[in-house]
């Protein structure tokens, strides 16, 4: 049986008195949340039309999205899936209506798992030398700037053993690649990141 914490388990309890109507509209919330992040407009008109605060539709939407992780995490086929939700105080009408979004955006949710449940090495330390070939015998005036760089990475935290990983590249293409790493980090920052990665843990 599915085991959530005590904080989820309560973002749940509003969507179990909702009617099948209503599940269905905040099963397409947390497709929308999942790919682009959650929606505040959307949320406020939904807010107004159930009569709730907003913040109480972010919460069922983050509670929602937190539960079908939660059964991809946990691999659950349609019975366990069945008895996790029913046990949740949802209908049977809700299950179904749930278990269609959860077999149908599965790929979708267990893609979300893996990115956030990346195992990738560890930086430790870097080592860099700067090399120029400034002629050659079919070129005797030329100048070719590398760059070579020493990576040391450690595959497990467990583990004492040191990788170390060289890699050789010229001036322009070592701007373009910091600029894209860059871009990562400002993206991984992001508070959409931020928010699926705190649900998933």
Not at 41 to 48: E, F, G, L, V
Not at 98 to 112: D, I, M, N, Q
Request: net charge neutral; with cysteine.
């Amino acid at each position: 049986m599915l085991e959530l914490e005590a904080d989820h388990t309560e973002q749940l309890v509003f969507l179990t008195k909702q009617s099948t109507q209503v599940l269905q509209d905040f099963c397409k919330l947390v497709v929308d949340y999942l790919q682009k992040g959650p929606n505040l407009k959307i949320y406020s008109a939904a807010a107004k039309k159930l009569q709730v605060e907003s913040q109480v539709i972010r919460k069922c939407v983050e509670g929602l999205l937190n539960l079908l992780l939660e059964c991809c995490k946990s691999k659950l086929e349609k019975d366990r899936f069945q008895e996790s939700i029913l046990s949740l105080g949802f209908s049977e009408e809700h299950e179904a209506i749930l278990y269609k979004l959860y077999s149908v955006k599965r790929e979708l949710f267990t893609k979300a798992l893996s990115y956030f449940g990346l195992k990738l090495p560890e930086y430790l330390d870097m080592e860099w030398r700067f090399e120029a070939q400034i002629a050659s015998r079919s070129m005797l005036k030329q100048v070719v700037p590398l760059v070579t760089l020493d990576f040391a990475l450690k595959n497990d935290s467990s583990s004492d053993q040191i990788e170390h990983v060289a890699l050789q590249t010229d001036p322009n293409n070592l701007l373009h690649l910091a600029q894209e790493l860059e871009l990562a980090v400002r993206q991984g920052h992001s508070r959409h990141i931020r928010r699926i990665s705190k649900i998933i843990d």
